[in-house]
């Protein structure tokens, strides 16, 4: 019996934990064997200019210059090249993803995000209020202490049985 529950208890904890993991990272898709993530097609309609970052199969200045120059100026705007020549960053249109995804040399297209660190005096947040980030962060922590608690038991369980 107390086998059984530990089971139930144990894949519990894995359905949680995959759960958790898919609203930590953002959600992406396959469009012409390229990976999209899902945000820069959110972005792109509601906004005509989109800040992305692209990156390539491959390190290659050759390659990665010939991707960038088969875009137009009204599809892409260069913000920088990747140092180790495997992508490049800028502003990109609809129609400048599209030209993308029919590119075998892209691999991946992802919105570039800005981080900001703010100080208690421009935090608007109340202090014992938690991000959902925080409240993450928590939940996994626990989750990891929970199954060591479970593995710590079945060793000493097995240990009284010999």
């Given amino acids: 019996m107390g086998m059984k529950i530990l089971m139930i208890l144990m894949s519990a904890i894995v359905l949680i934990s995959v759960a958790q993991i898919n609203i930590i990272f953002a959600q992406s898709t396959f469009i012409s064997g390229v990976e999209v993530e899902d945000d820069v097609i959110n972005a792109l309609e509601n906004s005509e200019w989109v800040s992305v970052t692209i990156k390539l199969h491959d390190r290659n200045e050759i390659i990665r210059d010939s991707v960038i120059s088969s875009l137009l100026g009204s599809e892409f705007r260069l913000k920088e090249r990747l140092l180790r020549e495997d992508g490049f960053s800028g502003n990109l249109t609809r129609e400048g993803l599209n030209k993308l995804l029919n590119n075998s040399e ?56 010999v």
């Fill in 106 to 161: 892209v691999r991946l297209i992802y919105l570039n995000r800005v981080a900001s660190v703010t100080t208690n005096e421009t935090n608007n947040k109340p202090k014992n209020q938690k991000t959902n980030s925080e409240l993450n962060m928590i939940l996994i922590i626990l989750l990891i202490l929970a199954v060591l608690l479970i593995v710590i038991y079945l060793m000493f369980k097995k240990r009284k049985k």
